[in-house]
């Protein structure tokens, strides 16, 4: 069995013993199914029975699963694939399938819940139009900022002193609007948020909203599953933005005025282990959130 957990920031992938870490991920406007293809274009050949590919840029609904089937059988021989959405994956191997809302935050957003037998799917939108407190969220409007301050738009020397090497960055970009920019806007988020942690005005502000807009999107992903803000339930948060505390207890301390019972967990696995689980036990579409295909004998 082989694992794809394929996000904005970069892909990884398990099979066995073997990890492969990969810098390509989805670029923006990119379909999961172009992304993997030139993510496994790039790494060396593996063979595997069944594979689950946890994909960002499903917004919460998966497409035919057949073509990616064929693409896994081209690369690695495959009989059968299951293609989920990846903050499926990323609710089962946190909270290992139990209650509860996994609030997962990469380059975008996606908040996954379930209550029984009700699953619920909330942002996930890309972008453009959501992923509101992710990694191209935060990064973007910082750096937007920090280049507004180097105009004399602004003073906060604090922040553009410590995006300094992200706005270096921004110079050095052929084009200013293509993939590579949204690439280093998700690159800019974790100096963002150690603006944040070093006092600087803007920043913090950035960190605060953001921390307030992903709070909204676990209690709507909660209320979504038929759960009420009377509940006592599980919570885990997870992603590169979430290894910043400050932001992390930002985001809980806007959750628990509205939930008086949540409880905070640590996420007990990330979307790799989510996927193997999944290939492993649910068997079955769990539409739109996990389609399976199998090739005929």
């Known amino acids: 069995m082989l694992a794809v957990d394929l996000g904005q920031s970069g892909s990884r992938i398990i099979s066995g013993d073997i990890l492969i870490n990969s810098l390509r991920g989805k670029l923006a406007g990119e379909p999961p199914l ?18 689950a590919l946890s994909c960002t840029g499903f917004r919460g609904v998966v497409t035919d699963p057949q073509p990616f089937l064929a693409l896994c059988n081209e690369f690695f021989g495959a009989k059968k694939v299951a293609v989920i959405d990846d903050g499926l ?14 609030l997962s935050i990469g380059g975008g957003v996606v908040s996954v819940g379930r209550k029984d037998t009700h699953f619920a799917h909330r942002d996930g939108l890309e972008s453009t139009f959501g992923d509101e407190g992710g990694g191209f969220w935060l990064g973007k409007l910082g750096l937007t900022r920090a280049l507004g301050i180097r105009q004399g738009r602004g003073d906060d020397q604090i922040l553009l002193e410590v995006l300094k090497d992200e706005v270096l960055a921004y110079d050095s ?16 988020a974790k100096n963002l948020l150690a603006a944040a942690d070093a006092g600087s005005p803007t920043a913090i502000a950035i960190r605060n909203e953001g921390a307030a807009l992903l709070a909204q999107t676990v209690i709507a992903t909660w209320l979504g599953t038929g759960g009420s803000l009377d509940d006592a339930l599980e919570i885990a948060i997870q992603g590169g933005p979430s290894k910043n505390l400050a932001y992390v207890s930002a985001i809980q301390s806007n959750i628990s005025r509205s939930f008086a019972h949540a409880k905070f967990v640590t996420a007990r696995g990330d979307n790799l282990d989510g996927a193997l689980w999944i290939a492993q036990n649910m068997l079955g579409d769990a539409d739109p959130l996990l389609r399976w295909a199998s090739k005929s004998a």
């Not at 790039?42 to 069944?50: G, R």
């Open 173 to 188: 970009l052929a084009i200013k609007n293509a993939a590579e920019a949204a690439s280093l806007a998700i690159a800019s």
């Open 89 to 102: 994956a990323g609710f089962v191997g946190a909270l290992g399938g139990g209650d509860g809302v996994v």
């Open 34 to 51: 172009s992304s993997l293809r030139a993510v496994f274009e790039s790494i060396e050949k593996l063979h595997a029975e069944t594979v």
